[in-house]
Nanobody, 121 residues
Framework: QVQLVESGGGLVQPGGSLRLSCAAS????????MRWYRHGPGKERELVAD???????IYADSAKGRFTISRDNAKNAVYLQMNSLKPEDTAVYTC???????????????WGQGTQVTVSS
């Protein structure tokens, strides 16, 4: 009854920019923290950025200064603006969110399906 759907992935050249979007829909009571993860080839899944319900943010060291996470509470959406992209950023990017639904308690972490980001010349 709750679904997260990402969009905005694709192929981009090194140094380029990309903006990922993720929107939650369904029987949502409240949305707490929202996050972006990535899983690159030969690497373990890692947390890229986290944004709390109060707007506070946490970034992976590799993302600081280049990536910006933001949210739109009215749309139950989270965004990841990625600038100065590097080949090392190539990965499947997945959003998740801690959500209370009408029928599930307590908070449950929902995951999106993932979107491919490829940084290559």
């Amino acid at each position: 009854q709750v679904q997260l759907v990402e969009s905005g992935g694709g192929l981009v050249q090194p140094g380029g920019s990309l903006r990922l979007s993720c929107a939650a829909s369904g029987s949502i009571f409240s949305v707490n923290a929202m996050r972006w993860y990535r899983h690159g080839p030969g690497k373990e899944r890692e947390l890229v950025a986290d944004i709390g319900g109060d707007g506070s943010t946490i970034y992976a060291d590799s993302a600081k200064g280049r990536f910006t996470i933001s949210r739109d509470n009215a749309k139950n959406a989270v965004y990841l603006q990625m600038n100065s992209l590097k080949p090392e950023d190539t990965a499947v990017y997945t959003c998740n969110a801690d959500i209370k639904s009408t029928f599930v308690s307590p908070l449950y972490t929902y995951w999106g399906q993932g979107t491919q980001v490829t940084v290559s010349s």
